[in-house]
């Protein structure tokens, strides 16, 4: 699937659970060509908010939408074969597949709701068509890891598996690629790969959301900032606006 070129919109969603509330009104958009950054300290709701977007909870109020699309209410299938792919901090993956299986199951993911039941159905190695193998192996060489094909995924140390993640997120093309903290255990030649991988995806039109903690890496990438607090939006602007907001700076980076 690809769904290029549209607007994500979150409007007034909320979510407790039990008595918690993980988001109370949460409100912004992220824009196509773009990257919006979603920053918070723990606990702010962060991911709660992606799974949200991605089908795994129900909002209690509130709606989703990309472009004159509803999300919210769709299953996460659904969500993804509207062209929203979303990163995992641990995607569960099959022993026994190799990386370059894992990659090309991004392209069928749209299909299927995770990552495994997408891996287990692929169609054997040699009925993959051979544009899934090229458009692959293109991905992989982008983040370094082409010269791992055959390896085993699940072996791969932690900084190579959260960049074959992206791989298989972004070799679909998505229209909305939510990243979920994919820079943690990564080092500066890794960040930097990815750093490359999401400017491709966002030159290409896509509406890129990035948790992240790396603020220097949300610094260089964004083009705009929404900062999380307890569930709600404390401050919404470009990196220029949020870097200098004293409630940001005191609340998140604890200066
Ligand atoms: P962040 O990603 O910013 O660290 P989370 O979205 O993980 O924040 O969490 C926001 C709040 O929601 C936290 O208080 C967390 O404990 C709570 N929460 C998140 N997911 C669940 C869940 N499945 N069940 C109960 N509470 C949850």
Same mark, same amino acid.
């Given at each position: 699937?690809?769904?290029?070129?549209?607007?994500?919109? &979150?409007?007034?969603?909320?979510? %407790?659970?039990?008595?918690?509330?993980?988001?109370?009104?949460?409100? $912004?958009?992220?824009?196509?060509?773009? &990257?919006?950054?979603?920053?918070?300290?723990?606990?702010?709701?962060?991911?709660?908010?992606?799974?949200?977007?991605?089908? $795994?909870?129900?909002?209690?109020?509130?709606?989703?939408?990309?472009?004159?699309?509803?999300?919210? #209410?769709?299953?996460? +299938?659904?969500? %993804?074969?509207?062209? /929203?792919?979303?990163? $995992?901090?641990?995607?569960?993956?099959?022993?026994?597949?190799?990386?370059?299986?894992?990659?090309?199951?991004?392209?069928? %993911?749209?299909?299927?709701?995770?990552?495994?039941?997408?891996?287990?159905?692929?169609?054997?190695? *040699? @009925?993959?068509?051979?544009?899934?193998?090229?458009?692959?192996?293109?991905?992989?060489?982008? /983040?370094?890891? @082409?010269?791992?094909?055959?390896?085993?995924?699940?072996?791969?140390?932690?900084?190579? @598996?959260?960049?074959?993640? /992206?791989?298989?997120?972004?070799?679909? *093309?998505? #229209?909305?690629?939510?990243?979920?903290?994919?820079?943690?255990?990564?080092?500066?030649?890794?960040?930097?790969?990815?750093?490359?991988?999401?400017?491709?995806?966002?030159?290409?039109?896509?509406? &890129?959301?990035?948790?992240? +903690? *790396? $603020?220097?890496?949300?610094?260089?990438?964004?083009?705009?900032? &929404?900062?999380? %607090?307890?569930?709600? /939006?404390?401050?919404?602007?470009?990196?220029?606006?949020?870097?200098?907001?004293?409630?940001?700076?005191?609340?998140?980076?604890?200066?």
């Amino acid at each position: 699937p690809s769904v290029d070129g549209q607007l994500l919109s &979150v409007e007034g969603i909320s979510k %407790a659970f039990g008595g918690n509330r993980a988001l109370d009104g949460v409100t $912004f958009t992220a824009a196509p060509g773009r &990257v919006t950054a979603l920053i918070g300290p723990n606990g702010s709701g962060k991911t709660t908010l992606l799974n949200m977007i991605c089908g $795994f909870y129900r909002a209690d109020a509130g709606r989703i939408t990309l472009g004159s699309s509803r999300l919210d #209410g769709l299953s996460p +299938h659904n969500v %993804a074969r509207a062209g /929203v792919a979303r990163t $995992f901090q641990t995607p569960n993956i099959p022993a026994d597949t190799t990386v370059l299986e894992t990659v090309i199951a991004g392209r069928y %993911a749209g299909h299927r709701a995770t990552v495994a039941e997408t891996i287990l159905r692929l169609p054997r190695y *040699n @009925r993959v068509r051979r544009a899934d193998i090229t458009e692959a192996l293109r991905v992989l060489d982008m /983040v370094g890891l @082409r010269y791992l094909e055959d390896a085993e995924a699940t072996a791969l140390p932690l900084g190579q @598996r959260r960049l074959l993640e /992206v791989a298989r997120c972004v070799i679909d *093309n998505p #229209g909305v690629l939510l990243l979920d903290e994919v820079a943690s255990g990564l080092d500066e030649d890794e960040v930097e790969r990815l750093a490359e991988l999401i400017r491709m995806v966002r030159k290409a039109g896509g509406t &890129v959301v990035l948790v992240e +903690h *790396n $603020f220097d890496l949300v610094l260089s990438l964004a083009d705009g900032i &929404v900062a999380l %607090a307890q569930g709600q /939006v404390m401050a919404d602007g470009t990196p220029e606006e949020i870097k200098t907001d004293t409630r940001v700076l005191s609340e998140y980076l604890g200066v």
